[in-house]
């Protein structure tokens, strides 16, 4: 039977950049239902996980990063740059537009728009906390304009809040973060244990 996966990100992350379109690919190829859930990661789950900003973490560990995105980049042939012109960046209204995409839209547009927001912070060093951004990334993805609007609903905040409360109850701490049937594989270089997953059905 196709099962459903609780998808878990921050559409800042690097690390769902690099691994966007593989889970999607996985999920695809198996038949899973894709839960698009946009978190609040740095300002929610962090605090109640033990998770740092990155400009708080030890030096060693910001010097490994940079060498590790460096490294997937070139792995996965995807372009990157490890120190993007506009990060660290607040990624609140880009979830939240992603939201209100996954509500009107559907799933598929929301996997859209999340590609394009990844790929805009890290290959094309664009600033996703600009609205002017968002707007240019909408008609990129062939959406209507009125998104940003409906980004700044209620029910889009409501269901931004309602995907970090899910999160932390679920006892995610990083992101990307896959929950299937209550188990957690965290990071996009566990996509191999998704997809073994999937296929047990």
């Known amino acids: ?34 839960r698009v859930r946009p978190v609040d990661l740095g300002g929610k789950v962090f605090p109640v996980s033990g998770g740092l900003p990155l400009k708080q ?12 995105l460096k490294r997937f980049g ?12 506009y990060f660290p960046v607040a990624g609140d209204d880009a979830a939240k537009l ?20 990844t790929r805009a912070v890290w290959a094309e060093q664009r600033n996703i906390a600009d609205e002017a951004v968002l707007a240019e990334l909408l008609r990129e993805c062939e959406l209507p304009a009125s998104r940003i609007e409906d980004a700044h609903s209620q029910a889009a905040h ?15 701490f990083g992101a990307p973060s896959y929950v299937i049937e209550g188990e957690i ?17």
């Open 98 to 117: 992603i939201v209100a995409v996954d509500q009107k839209d559907g799933t598929d547009a929301a996997m859209h728009l999340v590609t394009a927001i």
């Open 185 to 201: 594989f965290w990071g996009q270089d566990r996509l191999d244990f998704v997809d073994r997953r999937l296929a047990k059905g």
């Open 1 to 34: 039977m196709p099962l459903t996966v609780d998808y878990y990100f921050a559409p800042q992350s690097p690390y769902v950049y690099l691994g966007h379109l593989r889970f999607w690919d996985i999920a695809r190829r198996h038949g899973a239902t894709i």
């Open 158 to 172: 409501e269901r931004y809040e309602a995907n970090t409360q899910e999160a932390i109850a679920a006892g995610v």
């Open 57 to 68: 973490r030890a030096p060693q560990r910001q010097a490994y990063r940079l060498l590790e």
């Open 74 to 85: 070139e792995y996965l042939n995807m372009p990157i740059h490890p120190e993007p012109a």
